[in-house]
């Protein structure tokens, strides 16, 4: 199963290579904004924005109310646990 996780981007950490750090519940890491940035457009706009991250590209923005809720569901399911899992074991 494909499971895009809501996260709020909170920097910009590489213009160049398009790059934020998104907080996905509490973890910190950068991910690829190339999908949802437009040419010419600057990145910085993004900074708090919510993002559907999956495989660590931002894949699409959402607004905070569907962030919230689609977080509540996964914490519901017990999925987000695997998936915070998952991400920090990433950042070794």
């Not at 750090?21 to 890491?29: M, N």
């Not at 949802?36 to 999956?54: F, M, P, R, T």
């Not at 923005?61 to 915070?84: K, P, R, S």
Request: aromatic share 2%; net charge negative; proline share 1%.
């Amino acid at each position: 199963m494909c499971l895009g996780i809501p996260g709020k981007i909170v920097s910009i950490s590489d213009v160049e290579q398009q790059l934020g750090i998104v907080d996905v519940g509490g973890i910190q890491r950068a991910v690829n904004l190339s999908c949802i940035a437009e040419v010419g457009q600057d990145l910085h706009q993004h900074i708090n924005s919510w993002v559907l991250v999956h495989v660590g590209f931002a894949m699409s923005v959402i607004n905070e109310a569907e962030a919230q809720a689609t977080l509540a569901v996964l914490i519901e399911l017990g999925n987000m646990q695997e998936e915070l899992a998952a991400m920090q074991e990433g950042e070794s």
